[in-house]
């Protein structure tokens, strides 16, 4: 299978998982797995969540963004990964003045 995201319509998420100001996201989903790439532009965030029943690798495509993870603080920047297992939790604030991009994806457990 493969997605392609320029041809993916894209959603605009406000105070995702309890965070400031919107995610705009381009997404495939289905019972097992979701893939996205995303966008949080200056001042917003992805809220702290735990993952109870999936995992989720982030690879950052471009900017800088703070990230919060089981209680420490981290910065994210291109070219880096960020892996969040099961039973862990997260946050992502763009702190920065320029857009967050990232892909990520998220496997589901049963």
Same mark, same amino acid.
């Given at each position: 299978?493969?997605?392609?995201?320029?041809?993916?319509?894209?959603?605009?998420?406000? *105070? =995702?998982? $309890?965070?400031?100001?919107?995610?705009?996201?381009?997404?495939?989903?289905?019972?097992?797995?979701?893939?996205?790439? *995303?966008?949080?532009?200056? $001042?917003? +965030?992805?809220?702290?969540?735990?993952?109870?029943?999936? +995992?989720?690798?982030?690879?950052?495509? $471009?900017?800088?963004?703070?990230?919060?993870?089981?209680?420490?603080?981290?910065?994210?920047?291109? /070219?880096?990964?960020?892996?969040?297992?099961? $039973?862990?939790?997260? +946050?992502?604030?763009?702190?920065? /003045?320029?857009? =967050?991009?990232?892909?990520?994806?998220? +496997?589901?457990?049963?």
């Amino acid at each position: 299978m493969i997605f392609d995201f320029d041809k993916m319509p894209e959603q605009n998420i406000p *105070n =995702f998982k $309890g965070g400031e100001g919107s995610i705009c996201t381009k997404a495939y989903s289905d019972e097992k797995i979701k893939t996205a790439v *995303n966008v949080l532009s200056p $001042g917003s +965030s992805i809220g702290y969540h735990m993952h109870e029943n999936n +995992s989720e690798v982030i690879y950052v495509l $471009g900017g800088e963004a703070l990230l919060k993870y089981d209680g420490k603080e981290e910065r994210l920047k291109k /070219g880096l990964v960020h892996y969040c297992p099961m $039973g862990h939790s997260h +946050s992502i604030i763009n702190d920065s /003045g320029d857009d =967050f991009v990232f892909f990520c994806v998220v +496997s589901e457990y049963k």
